[in-house]
C-alpha cells in the first residue's frame, strides 16, 4: 500500500515497468472488497481524497489520506491495530496544517474546520457491538 501511496504522489521515484507483486494486488483487492466508503464513513457534503495542505512545503511535505465533512481520517495497514505516539504527533500535524494553512481542493484553498482525527485500520474488521439482552 505505501508503494502505490508513493507512486501516486511521487510518480518519479519509480521504475516505468514497476509492478506489485501478485500477492500485493490480490491483497489490496480483498481490503477494497470489505471497504464500503459510504456506510463506514457516512458523508454528509464533503469528501477530500489525499488532501494537500497549503503548509506541506513548510514542513517537507506532508498530505494526509482522508477528508470527510470535518473529519481527518489516517489509513494505517500496519499487521496491529495500535495507535502509536507517532500516529497521533503524525495527525495532530495534519490538523494543525489545516487550522493555520487550508487544504487544496482543486484549485481553491478551503478551510476545513478538522473537529476530529481519526485512524482507520484497514487490515483489521472490527465487529459490531454485541447486543445483549437482558432476561
Not at 36 to 43: M, V
Not at 44 to 65: C, E, M, Q, R, W
Amino acid at each position: 500500500m505505501a508503494h502505490a501511496d508513493l507512486l501516486i504522489r511521487s510518480p518519479g521515484a519509480f521504475e516505468p515497468f514497476f509492478q506489485p507483486s501478485m500477492n500485493v494486488a490480490h491483497e489490496l483487492e480483498c481490503l477494497l472488497d470489505l471497504f464500503d466508503p459510504t456506510s463506514l464513513l457516512h458523508p454528509k457534503s464533503l469528501i477530500v481524497l489525499n488532501p494537500t495542505f497549503t503548509l506541506s512545503p513548510n514542513v517537507g511535505g506532508a498530505y494526509a489520506d482522508l477528508i470527510v465533512d470535518d473529519r481527518l481520517i489516517d489509513f494505517k495497514t500496519s499487521k496491529r491495530p495500535e495507535v502509536t505516539k507517532g500516529h497521533l504527533l503524525q495527525l495532530i500535524g495534519y490538523k494543525a496544517l489545516a487550522d493555520l494553512g487550508g487544504v487544496e481542493v482543486g484549485d481553491q484553498i478551503s478551510k476545513i474546520a478538522v473537529s476530529s482525527i481519526e485512524i482507520y485500520f484497514a487490515r483489521w474488521v472490527i465487529p459490531p457491538k454485541k447486543r445483549w439482552v437482558e432476561k
